[in-house]
């Protein structure tokens, strides 16, 4: 029945009910309300696989295409419009699998994480920064440029990894990776402004051991929110500091942090589940610019943008 009809016609139903809701203890609520904001319309996104606020407005958030897409950043309103495009010069699209946002030394930044590496093999991945360019300069009618204004080589100690799933902390100094093929998934941080010339190696700080992993009936099943609906493809830090969040194929899974804790304390902890998003191949996902709100996307032409709004 249509939500319209169903209040039309049981009005003293839907208000006893809420008043019934609002009496419930907090812990028996849920902890985000989940609904679609709008839609990425524009042709050009069309494998969206990255999501960062904007340090400098309100209501703008970043987004890009996923392996041998354009090198180019695309901004967006709340409810999916357009706002502009952003090539950023010199670089190549290898496979940019997430984007962060952070300010630093008074400046907004922008961190495009070219890190997805399926078989394991590459020796080339690297975080580049750019400056966030300025919100009033965007136009959907004009492409603007930017340049690299540092880049952070990616090793492991242990040889190449596959990760989709970048953060930043500015108070650490520290840019904090996920790795996506492993069960359980570990944690690895590289500095955020190493030395000049220096290609210091990723330090792994143990696991996030409690993702939800597939059921036996979804492991027959060789899609994305089948076999491997645990494999972590997004990962953000709220602005505050108050939490992680980590998307995968299957969940929206939020990481709240205690005062003075670090992120892989924080991150060992049982998650709080956030209701299902039941995307088909969800990729990109990061908080809103004031910390109450997660924006969670997928890799397809139109897809929607959800928004989990935080109790």
């Known amino acids: 029945m249509p939500v319209r009809a169903y209040f039309d016609t049981g009005r003293g139903v839907i208000v006893a009910l809420a008043f019934f809701l609002a009496l419930l203890p907090a812990c028996t609520r849920p902890p985000a309300a989940l609904g679609q904001t709008g839609v990425l319309a524009h042709p050009a996104i ?25 090198p180019v950043l695309y901004a967006i309103a709340p409810d999916g419009r357009f706002l502009g495009s952003v090539r950023i010069a010199g670089l190549l699209n290898t496979d940019w699998e997430d984007i962060a946002s952070f300010e630093l030394d008074g400046r907004a930044w ?8 399926n ?20 136009s959907p009618s004009l492409e ?4 690299v204004a540092w880049r952070i080589p990616v090793r492991y100690p242990d040889g190449p ?8 902390d500015t108070r650490e100094g520290r840019v904090w990776l996920l790795i996506k093929r492993e069960n359980p998934n570990r944690l690895a941080s590289l ?13 792994f700080h143990g696991a996030v051991p409690h993702i939800p992993q597939p059921d036996s009936k979804q492991r027959l099943l060789p899609i994305p929110t089948g076999r491997y609906r645990g494999q972590p493809t997004a990962m953000d830090f709220a602005a505050d500091g108050s939490a992680a969040v980590v998307l995968t194929y299957g969940d929206t899974l939020l990481f709240p942090r205690h005062d003075g804790e670090n992120w892989s304390a924080a991150l060992a902890r049982e998650p709080v589940v956030l209701p299902p998003h039941n995307l088909g191949q969800a990729e990109a996902a990061c908080f809103s610019r004031d910390s109450r709100a997660i924006f969670v996307t997928e890799e397809k032409p139109h897809a929607p943008l959800l928004r989990y709004d935080l109790r």
């Open 161 to 168: 990894h596959d990760c989709e799933s970048v953060a930043v």
């Open 119 to 138: 078989n394991s093999v590459r020796h080339d991945c690297a975080l580049h920064i750019i400056a966030e360019p300025d919100p009033a300069a965007l």
């Open 191 to 203: 500095p955020l402004r190493p030395a000049a010339g220096a290609v210091p190696a990723a330090t």
């Open 110 to 117: 922008l961190l495009i994480a070219d890190t997805g590496d």
């Open 144 to 147: 603007l440029s930017a340049s």
């Open 46 to 70: 069309d494998e969206s696989s990255g999501l960062a606020p904007s340090r400098r407005a309100d209501n703008l958030l970043w987004t890009h295409n996923d392996s041998d897409g354009e």
